[in-house]
């Protein structure tokens, strides 16, 4: 397959965006997205909004403020250029450290994201970022067993099995209430409706 500049250049801006999120680099991280926040849209578990917000709400995130790890593995499997569009279907994995009761754990979350690029003045800019959840994990990484093991209740059986751990963390942590409608993997109908509004876009809709 011959080289493309275009699909280079949105793989190298999908890694950025994740790396300054990751390693708090704000204006780098504003950078990668369109300059007029009115064009963007960003929707992921604890944020729904445009790209302005999105950098001022990830910088007052109890996570960020407290220094938690927070590392995001992005893989874009599948970019599809039109003209000045772009879209592209990429494989997602976050990992972050949980500490329960002296017991220090691991989530691990895979997620489906999907974005959409514009290209102004001459450089892809980011557009959107949305994202499917697919299925997540709790792991200890103590060499300890914990002294208590860990039951979920009535009201977290409630959130889908493709984030729930996620939603327990947020929880236990006392952040906002996850939301229980998140677009996920099992949701066929739902997740066949944004690859198809990213298709749109691709085609000028």
Known sequence: MAFNPDEAAIVALLKRERFYRDTSQWDKLRSQYHPDAHETYINVSWFQGDADKFVEQSQKRPSTNQGIEIDH???PHVIEI???RAISDSAIFIKRPADYKNHEYELGSRLR????FLK???EWKIVSLEV????DR???TSPNSPKEPIVLDDSLLEFPREYRWMAWVMLME???NPKKD???????EEVRQMVARNEKFLEGG
């Open 174 to 176: 006392g952040k906002r």
């Open 182 to 188: 998140l677009p996920r993997n099992g949701n066929i």
């Open 120 to 122: 102004v003045a001459g």
């Open 113 to 116: 994201a999907l974005n959409r």
């Open 73 to 75: 593995f992005i893989d």
């Open 82 to 84: 039109r003209g000045h």
């Open 132 to 135: 499917i959840y697919i299925r």
């Open 138 to 140: 709790l792991i200890s």
